[in-house]
Nanobody, 116 residues
Framework: QVQLVESGGGLVQAGGSLRLSCTASESISRIVAMAWYRQAPGKERELVASIFSRGGTNYADSVKGRFSISRDNTKNTIYLQMNSLKPEDTAVYYC??????????WGQGTQVTVSS
């Protein structure tokens, strides 16, 4: 079964940086858009950033200018570079396609906690 494995989360102070990785167990090269999502406690999962097969990107307004998404199709991996982190960025971060229909089973996510 296709798996998504997220990693790179942790505890960081406000203003700090983290780099998340997500590796799929099958090729992502033909997936038009891959994305990062996050879910904070008591809130619904939200789309954070998307990257398209030709390199175009989209970001939620709340992370524009601070986060950067990239992909390496040769490694079946996408990344999320997060800078200038804020306490409101605290959440479990997940990856999937956008829309999240290619991988029916979500990964375990990676916890990001930003202290003030």
């Amino acid at each position: 079964q296709v798996q998504l494995v997220e990693s790179g989360g942790g505890l960081v102070q406000a203003g700090g940086s983290l780099r998340l990785s997500c590796t799929a167990s099958e090729s992502i090269s033909r997936i038009v858009a891959m994305a990062w999502y996050r879910q904070a406690p008591g809130k619904e999962r939200e789309l954070v950033a998307s990257i398209f097969s030709r390199g175009g990107t989209n970001y939620a307004d709340s992370v524009k200018g601070r986060f950067s998404i990239s992909r390496d199709n040769t490694k079946n991996t996408i990344y999320l570079q997060m800078n200038s982190l804020k306490p409101e960025d605290t959440a479990v971060y997940y990856c999937n396609s956008n829309p999240p229909t290619v991988f029916p089973r979500w990964g375990q996510g990676t916890q990001v906690t930003v202290s003030s």
